[in-house]
């Protein structure tokens, strides 16, 4: 194998969600860190690959772990690097390893595969075409509250990372902050024995996890549906400028003709065309 750290992601539950290049970075690599040598030692046996190449690389010693990894690479050899489960960086350690193999001049190689959000949102069924993944919210509900108002505007599908020892109170802060009627989706244990996808309004999410105590056990993605988009009344005259104009020119130039042109909102232009590209597109 070429010399360079190589970002191995890892199944988030079923051990089959793995390709089968990262079982050839796994097999061939000289070196793999790993964030818990104990977890990675049961996916390297399953998949019948020798364990006893591991070293530890997590969120406490992840800098001093890096400097041997670095003298690793130095020496040519390889490294791959693996998080207990999903992409490491992601929510994971790692980013701190990466930037100084990076600053190195060494090479960084990504092994992609599982990823729990992108597996939430596949199965959840939000039929908009973005989304802001922000992962774990803050611990602290106070701190939550301020990170939700920033994001509540968005008109796109939030996601997030959530334990199970807290996921009471973020949900209870995410109705408090952008109210009842947005839907929220739990997908909760994705890929393993008890998974679980369920959809209902921000209202009534926390009547559904306290109907049954193991709806709060596993780990969490939770997907909520972005701000609705805001009511705009353009006049006819102005809609039909503003179309025309969308065929011709770039949106931005579009909506700046149309204000001169109608006298219409800038602002209220400027979401109308938005819309209408969504729909075009």
Not at 76 to 83: D, F, K, N, R
Request: proline content about 5%.
């Amino acid at each position: 194998m070429e010399s360079a750290l190589y970002v191995v992601a890892t199944p988030i539950g079923n051990l089959r969600d793995i390709t089968l290049r990262a079982l050839d970075v796994l097999a061939s690599a000289d070196v793999i860190a790993a964030e818990d040598t104990r977890n990675t030692s049961h996916l390297l046996t399953h998949h019948a690959i020798t364990a006893n190449k591991l070293t530890s690389l997590h969120q406490h010693n992840e800098r001093a772990a890096s400097d041997n990894i670095l003298a690793l690479l130095a020496q040519g050899l390889s490294v791959a690097l693996v998080t207990d489960a999903g992409t490491p960086a992601v929510s994971d350690p790692g980013a701190l390893l990466i930037q100084a193999v990076h600053a190195a001049g060494q090479r960084v190689i990504p092994i992609p595969g599982a990823n729990a959000a992108l597996a939430a949102l596949s199965a959840g069924g939000l039929a908009t075409p973005h989304f802001l993944f922000y992962g774990f919210l803050p611990n602290k509900s106070a701190a939550r509250s301020r990170i939700l108002q920033d994001l509540s505007s968005h008109p796109y599908t939030l996601v997030f990372y959530e334990a199970p020892h807290r996921i009471i109170e973020s949900v209870a802060d995410l109705l408090t902050v952008l109210g009842g009627e947005r839907e929220i989706i739990f997908a909760r244990e994705i890929t393993k024995m008890f998974e679980s996808i369920h959809r209902c309004k921000l209202a009534e999410a926390l009547e559904w996890l306290n109907g049954d105590p193991n709806r709060q056990r596993g780990e969490f993605v939770l997907l909520i549906s972005g701000a609705p988009a805001p009511s705009i009344d353009l006049s006819a005259e102005a809609e039909h400028t503003l179309k025309i104009l969308l065929q011709e020119l770039p949106l931005k130039q579009a909506v700046q003709l149309a204000t001169q042109i109608t006298g219409a909102n800038r602002n209220e232009l400027y979401q109308r065309a938005l819309l209408i590209k969504n729909t075009q597109n």
